[in-house]
C-alpha cells in the first residue's frame, strides 16, 4: 500500500536559518510525491511534485524539494526561512488517482 | 479566476442528523474529490467523483455519500451524524486527465457535532 511518513510533529527555526521538513515515502511503482502546507483556518495550497526527471524539484514560495530514492525520501527543503512559513506542512503521495494519501503532518514554527 | 469555493464555512449539528456540504470546483475542472481532516491528522480520502461519476471511495462507512452535478459542483452528505464526524471537510479540484494528479483545495467546512 501507499504511504508517507513524517517523523516529526514539530520543527523549530530561526528566521533565516534553513529549513528541512522531513518526508519519507513508501509506494509501488514510480512515486508521485507532493508537498502541500496549510494556514490556519485555511485549505491546503499546494507547493510542489515530483512525478518524474530532476531530483531538485522547485516550488512555490522560495521553496524546494530533493527526492532521494535510495533513501526513499522527500525532504522540503528552504534556504532561509521566514516568520510567514509558519504553518502546517503535509507530504502525500498516490497511486495514479485523484485520491491523495496524506502523512500526518509537521508543524513548522519559525522563530523571529 | 474563482479558487475551489465551499459552503458553509462552519456548521453545528446534534447527533443523529443529516448534514450537506457543498463545493464548486475552478473552472474548467471535472474532477471532484473529497477529504475529512479530523484535528491533529491528516487529510483522510472520503470520495473523488468525475464527469458525474464516482471514481473512488475511500474507506468511510455508508453515511457518507455524495454527488456531482452537470454544472461540476458537488454535494457531500453524511446521515446519523456521530460525534465522531467533527472535522473540516475539505473539497479538491482537478483537470483528472491530465494525469499530473496536481490537485486544488477549497477552505473547507468545519462540522461540530455535538
Known amino acids: 500500500a501507499q504511504s508517507v511518513a513524517q517523523p516529526e510533529d514539530q520543527v523549530n527555526v530561526a528566521e533565516g536559518n534553513p529549513l528541512t521538513v522531513k518526508c519519507t515515502y513508501s509506494?509501488?511503482?514510480?512515486?508521485?510525491l507532493f508537498w502541500y502546507v496549510q494556514y490556519p483556518n485555511r485549505g491546503l495550497q499546494f507547493l510542489l511534485k515530483?512525478?518524474?526527471?530532476?531530483?531538485l524539484v522547485k516550488g512555490s514560495y522560495g521553496f524546494e524539494a530533493e527526492f532521494n530514492k535510495s533513501q526513499t525520501s522527500f525532504h522540503l527543503k528552504k534556504p532561509s526561512a521566514l516568520v510567514s512559513d509558519s504553518a502546517l506542512y503535509f507530504c502525500?503521495?498516490?497511486?495514479?488517482?485523484?485520491?491523495?494519501?496524506f502523512g500526518t503532518g509537521t508543524r513548522l514554527q519559525v522563530f523571529p | 479566476d474563482a479558487g475551489v469555493t465551499q459552503s458553509p464555512t462552519h456548521l453545528i449539528k446534534t447527533r443523529g442528523q443529516q448534514v450537506t456540504l457543498r463545493c464548486s470546483p475552478i473552472?474548467?475542472?471535472?474532477?471532484v474529490s473529497w477529504y475529512q481532516q479530523v484535528l491533529g491528522q491528516g487529510p483522510q480520502f472520503i470520495f473523488q467523483?468525475?464527469?458525474?461519476?464516482?471514481?473512488g471511495r475511500g474507506n468511510f462507512p455508508d453515511r457518507f455519500s455524495a454527488r456531482q452535478f452537470p454544472n461540476y459542483s458537488s454535494e457531500l452528505n453524511v446521515n446519523a451524524l456521530l460525534l465522531g464526524d467533527s472535522a473540516l471537510y475539505l473539497c479538491?479540484?482537478?483537470?483528472?486527465?491530465?494525469?499530473?494528479?496536481?490537485?486544488?483545495f477549497g477552505p473547507g467546512t468545519r462540522l461540530t457535532v455535538t
Open positions: 515530483y512525478i518524474t526527471g530532476d531530483n
Open positions: 467523483y468525475y464527469e458525474k461519476e464516482e471514481r
Open positions: 509506494v509501488s511503482g514510480n512515486p508521485y
Open positions: 479538491a479540484s482537478s483537470l483528472f486527465v491530465s494525469k499530473d494528479y496536481e490537485q486544488y
Open positions: 473552472s474548467g475542472h471535472k474532477s
Open positions: 502525500a503521495t498516490t497511486f495514479y488517482t485523484d485520491k491523495l494519501i
